[in-house]
C-alpha cells in the first residue's frame, strides 16, 4: 500500500485529538454572553494552540540536542544551523499568543472550569527545555558544549566573540534562542493578564505572578563574556 498524505502524517489520529470539555448548553439569551458554539471553537482553539506548543518543543529539544552533540564533534557548522533554527521556532511559538490573544475573556471563562488542574506547569517538554537553557541546578548541557568547544579551540568566551569563526556564529545564535525563549514568556505572560489578571493558574500556580518569575534570560555566561568583549548585551 502506498503511503499517501494523510497516512504519512496520521492526519486521522491528528485530528481526533482535540477534544473540548466544556459540555454543550442551551444557547444564552442575546447579549448574555457567548452560546456554546463560541465556546466550543474557543476551547478547540486553546487545544490547538497549546498541543501545536508540544510539538515545537519537541522539535526545539531535538535541534538543542543535535547541536551540543554536533558541538561535542568540533562540527560546529552544524551545531550553528540547529541553533538558529531553534531560534526561529521561539518566534512560531510567540506567534501562536498572537492568535490565542484573540480567544475572547468570556469564552474562556466559561470552559475554564472544565480544564481541571490541567497547567502549562505541568509540560515534561517545557521542563526539560529549562534545564536544556541553564535554569536548573547545573549548566545546560548546550552552554557547556560550546565551553568545552572553545576551550579544545584554545580560546575564551570572551575571543569566541571577538572573532568571525563558526564559533562565533553559535554564539550568536544561542544569543538570539535566549531572546526568543524571553520573548515568548514575556508574551505568555501579557495574554494570561488579559485573560485571568490576578486569578491563581488552575495548576495550583500564582497565575501571572508565576509566568513573571520565568521572563529571562538563558545563558548568563554566554552575556557576560559578550559583554567583556565589548559588545552589546540584550536586557534581562
Do not use: K, N
Not at 178 to 185: K, P, S, V
Not at 202 to 231: K, Q
Amino acid at each position: 500500500m502506498t503511503l499517501d498524505y494523510s497516512g504519512y502524517l496520521c492526519l486521522d489520529t491528528l485530528l481526533s485529538l482535540q477534544r473540548p470539555q466544556a459540555p454543550a448548553e442551551v444557547e444564552p439569551d442575546p447579549g448574555s454572553g457567548p452560546g456554546s458554539d463560541a465556546v466550543r471553537s474557543a476551547e478547540h482553539l486553546f487545544i490547538v494552540v497549546h498541543q501545536a506548543s508540544e510539538l515545537w518543543l519537541a522539535q526545539l529539544l531535538l535541534d538543542l540536542d543535535v547541536a551540543a552533540s554536533a558541538l561535542r564533534r568540533g562540527s560546529a557548522g552544524t551545531a550553528a544551523e540547529h541553533v538558529e533554527r531553534a531560534a526561529a521556532l521561539f518566534g512560531v511559538l510567540r506567534a501562536q499568543l498572537d492568535v490565542l490573544d484573540r480567544l475572547p475573556p468570556a469564552c474562556f471563562a466559561r470552559f475554564r472550569p472544565y480544564l481541571g488542574t490541567a497547567s502549562g506547569a505541568q509540560s515534561r517538554q517545557f521542563a526539560a527545555l529549562e534545564r536544556v537553557l541553564g535554569f536548573g541546578p547545573t549548566e545546560g548541557p548546550l552552554a557547556t558544549a560550546l565551553a568545552e568547544a572553545a576551550t579544545a579551540a584554545g580560546v575564551t568566551l570572551p575571543e569566541v566573540w571577538r572573532s568571525g569563526g563558526p564559533l562565533r556564529r553559535v554564539a550568536e545564535a544561542m544569543s538570539a534562542v535566549a531572546r526568543g525563549y524571553r520573548d515568548w514568556q514575556a508574551g505568555h505572560l501579557a495574554v494570561v493578564r488579559r485573560m485571568l489578571g490576578d486569578q491563581p493558574g488552575t495548576g495550583g500556580t500564582a497565575g501571572a505572578r508565576y509566568l513573571a518569575s520565568r521572563v529571562r534570560l538563558a545563558f548568563p555566561d554566554l552575556h557576560a563574556a559578550r559583554h567583556e568583549a565589548g559588545e552589546t548585551v540584550p536586557s534581562a
